[in-house]
């Protein structure tokens, strides 16, 4: 039987009924450990608590069955992008890693293309390969590895080209950790940078992802201010998120609010068990798991 059919998702086995839609997933492979683009050190990984077992990495199968356990339909793998490759301790992960790893399930994964501004025009025409041939359905930009706030200059072309695609690009919002001990990187992505963005692209999604933390309030008021402004809830085990978090993404701000774990900084069953201890109501509660994500990445459902 080919692997893409072997690991389809049952909805139907889960506890919702329905299965959720991870937006921020990094891919963690041991490939990856030995070809030095994990970006993080083993002091970041305890620090947040990862498993031991899987402090160098997991395989695509093993990672589908914490899905499966945890009720995730489908994840976003993230080809990520830390830091022009010039600078020592910067990484990135090739799209065609991510593109391979749709392919081969392409029940389970979409792809996200990492930006790395410091490429210019072979950065754009990069991305249009990653959305245009590899079916990537969104962009995904770390400011801090760039040491620059989302409303700098450098990053205008890309927004502009994720407008004209017609794809979402998330970014950090909020601090940043220590990745490398001996690497500190500046926490310039406030979320209020990013009211001046959604004035210029208002074709643009934009989406602050890690909860703007610890500004999650400034977070919520670009998402409140702008049409075009989402918020994700990730990085932060849902036990921790902020009461106002939880309030938004339960009321008014139903609509705005989506999940992640940024895997493998939270696991997806502690996350999903989580959620479920939120006691959200039931159709707020499937918008943000599910139908926000259909929506804004254009998803099959």
């Known amino acids: 039987m080919p692997a893409a059919k072997r690991f389809r998702f049952d909805a139907a086995k889960t506890r ?5 839609i991870d937006i921020v997933t990094n891919l963690y492979l041991p490939r990856l450990f030995k070809e030095g683009r994990i970006p993080t050190d083993d002091a970041f990984r305890a620090k947040v608590g990862l498993r031991k077992g899987d402090r160098r990495g997991v395989t695509l199968e093993e990672y589908i069955a ?21 600078v020592r301790g910067s990484t990135e992960i090739p799209y065609e890693y991510v593109a391979e790893a749709c392919a081969r399930y392409p029940h389970r994964f979409s792809g996200l293309a990492g930006i790395d501004p410091t490429r210019g025009i072979a950065g754009l025409k990069e991305l249009d390969v990653a959305v245009k041939k590899y079916g990537f359905v969104g962009a995904h930009l770390y400011p801090h590895w760039f040491g620059e706030a989302p409303d700098a200059a450098i990053y205008y072309p ?17 601090h940043c950790l220590v990745y490398q001990k001996d690497r500190r990187l500046p926490s310039v992505g406030r979320p209020m940078t990013l009211d001046i ?25 670009c ?10 809830g990730d990085a932060y ?63 099959k459902g």
Not at 16 to 20: E, I, Q, R, S, T
Not at 158 to 171: D, F, K, N, T, V
Not at 197 to 209: D, K, Q, S
């Open 223 to 232: 998402c409140w201010k702008h049409p075009n402004v989402y918020m994700a």
């Open 197 to 221: 963005v959604a004035r210029h692209f208002p074709e643009l999604t934009l989406i602050g992802i890690h909860l703007g933390y610890p500004w999650t309030d400034e977070m919520i008021s």
């Open 16 to 20: 919702l009924g329905y299965g959720a």
């Open 66 to 86: 914490k899905m499966d356990r945890a009720g995730i339909e489908r994840s976003l793998l993230i080809a990520t992008r830390c830091g022009d490759l010039r």
């Open 158 to 174: 890309y927004y502009a080209r994720c407008a004209e695609l017609g794809i979402p690009i998330m970014m950090q919002v909020g």
């Open 237 to 299: 085990a849902p036990k921790h998120w902020p009461a106002q978090a939880v309030h938004y993404a339960n009321t008014y701000g139903q609509d705005k609010f989506l999940f992640g774990t940024d895997y493998p900084v939270v696991a997806p069953e502690r996350a999903m068990d989580d959620v479920l201890n939120l006691n959200m109501r039931a159709e707020p509660l499937r918008k943000m798991l599910r139908d926000n994500a259909l929506r804004i990445f254009k998803l």
